[in-house]
């Protein structure tokens, strides 16, 4: 499902205007950008988790060469899902 089918789908559910879902979707997106730049963390009760994590420095290995390489530190996103998302997974069988 991409950006334009879940706002069509949450405006029919909701009976609202595509637009306003579009402009809903478009704060949360700066919303949460924001958020993290900030270093905090974000939480949907039930649905998700965004936060700001850090990844240490590595050596790593080009799989090409073989040669050592040096990864530096860097952040990154960690999204968790949340309890509804988790037991709505679970209920697909395999």
């Known amino acids: 499902m991409n950006k334009a ?3 069509s789908a949450i405006a029919k559910r909701a009976d ?3 637009s306003t879902v579009d ?3 478009n704060g949360l997106q700066e919303e949460l950008v924001e958020a993290i730049t900030r270093g905090e963390k974000v939480a949907v009760s039930g649905l998700l988790t ?3 994590t850090q990844r240490s420095a590595r050596t790593g290995r080009n799989p ?3 040669e ?3 990864i530096p530190a860097a952040n990154t996103v960690k999204v968790s899902a949340g309890s509804n998302l988790k037991k709505a997974a679970s209920n697909v069988p395999v």
Do not use: K, M, Y
Request: charged letters at 20%; hydrophobic letters at 45%.
């Open 5 to 7: 089918e879940l706002v």
């Open 16 to 18: 609202v205007p595509s």
């Open 50 to 52: 965004v936060e700001r």
């Open 68 to 70: 050592s390489i040096d």
């Open 23 to 25: 402009a809903v979707l």
């Open 64 to 66: 090409q060469t073989g």
